[in-house]
């Protein structure tokens, strides 16, 4: 766990990015957004990388396109669900989640041109107990994230930051075939694969004799 004694906040305008807007990411970055203004903050929510303003601290989430704009901004912000430089690459949560794992780190640390390569401001874990579906484990990610971000504004001038050490590892993009299921596998050994499939975007299914069944998931109650 990462504790600093509080500073007064030098760091005021903050730019939240996410490129997608069709992105789960996009109603928890607007509230968050919100939250900052309340606090004090000139908080500015943003789609578009062409909209991107001199500032202070520009937070890239979620985001698909290549960013480039590094001089806009003291800081260029992300966060990433691996510890780091284990775990580059996309979809590390859901990666996590189907090898098992109930302890995910997450990272924030400096964007530069390199690949999830740039230098590491601050760590810790959102912990799962294994039963949660997508919208539950999204909701802790979001919540986890924006506790680091606030972290780091709070306390930017007593956190140093650490270069990146170790033997890193990638994972690879994830497509829709990747919600399939393994018919021939029991519901449990499908279990974290449904865990992680999204019922609107890329619903889980299978397929039997040459015919795709698609399945949602819900949790009763």
């Known amino acids: 766990m990462w504790l600093f004694t509080q500073n007064i906040k030098q760091m005021n305008k903050i730019q939240l990015l996410v490129d997608n807007l069709d992105s789960w990411m996009v109603p928890y970055a607007i509230d968050f957004c919100e939250n900052l203004n309340t606090d004090g903050y000139k908080s ?10 001199n500032g202070d601290v520009l937070v890239l989430l979620s985001c698909e396109k290549k960013f480039t704009q590094f001089s806009k901004n003291k800081h260029n912000l992300i966060i990433h669900e691996s510890d780091l430089p284990q775990g580059k690459g996309w979809s590390p949560l859901t990666y996590q989640v189907l090898e098992g794992k109930k302890d995910i780190p997450m990272t924030l640390f400096e964007a ?9 401001y601050l760590k810790d874990f959102i912990k799962l107990d294994g039963t949660e579906l997508i919208e539950e484990i999204r909701e802790k990610q979001a919540k986890k994230s924006f506790d680091l971000i606030h972290l780091f504004l709070k306390n930017h001038s007593k956190i140093k930051s650490k270069v990146q050490s170790g033997e890193e590892s990638f994972y690879k993009r994830r497509r829709q075939s990747d919600s399939e299921l393994d018919i021939n596998k ?34 009763d109650g």
Not at 45 to 53: G, S, T, V
Not at 112 to 120: E, V
Not at 194 to 212: C, E, Q, S, T
């Open 44 to 53: 500015l929510m943003l789609h578009d990388h062409d909209e991107i303003e």
């Open 112 to 120: 530069d041109d390199s690949f999830d390569g740039g230098n590491i």
């Open 186 to 219: 029991s519901i449990l050994e499908n279990f974290n694969v449904l865990r992680v499939v999204d019922n609107k975007r890329y619903p889980a299914y299978f397929i039997k004799n040459g015919v795709k069944y698609t399945l949602n998931i819900f949790k």
